[in-house]
């Protein structure tokens, strides 16, 4: 079992930065790929971002490559989204989320986050 938790969502302007973070509970938080997850009201969720266990390698949607970075340090349990340039269209719920092995489909992940809210305004 895999408790996760976000925090640093917020209210910024377009241009600005955040940095998300998600902590988890459980001894086993190493061995899992995290995954950075966003959703709008009515809208599918949509994977972000992912890093595997170690952290060797990281994967993008197409919308965030070159803006968002995702790191995590495993001695912290902990998960990070750096959010650059951030544009009005990044508004959404965050969501982090945990499985065994890469994956981009929501549908494929155990665990889940309760969400942080970022807004991004013009």
């Known amino acids: 079992q895999v408790q996760l938790e976000e925090s640093g969502g917020g209210l910024v302007q377009a241009g600005d930065f955040l940095r998300l973070s998600c902590v988890a509970s459980g001894r086993t938080f190493s061995s899992y790929f995290m995954g950075w997850f966003r959703q709008a009201p009515g809208k599918e969720r949509e994977f972000v971002a992912g890093i595997t266990w170690r952290g060797s390698s990281r994967y993008y949607a197409d919308s965030v490559k070159g803006r968002f970075a995702i790191s995590r340090d495993n001695a912290k349990n902990a998960v990070y989204l750096q959010m650059n340039s951030l544009k009005p269209e990044d508004t959404d719920v965050y969501y982090c989320?945990?499985?065994?092995?890469?994956?981009?489909?929501?549908?494929?992940?155990?665990?889940w986050g309760q969400g942080t809210q970022v807004t991004v305004s013009s």
């Open positions: 989320a945990a499985k065994m092995g890469y994956g981009r489909s929501p549908l494929e992940y155990a665990y």
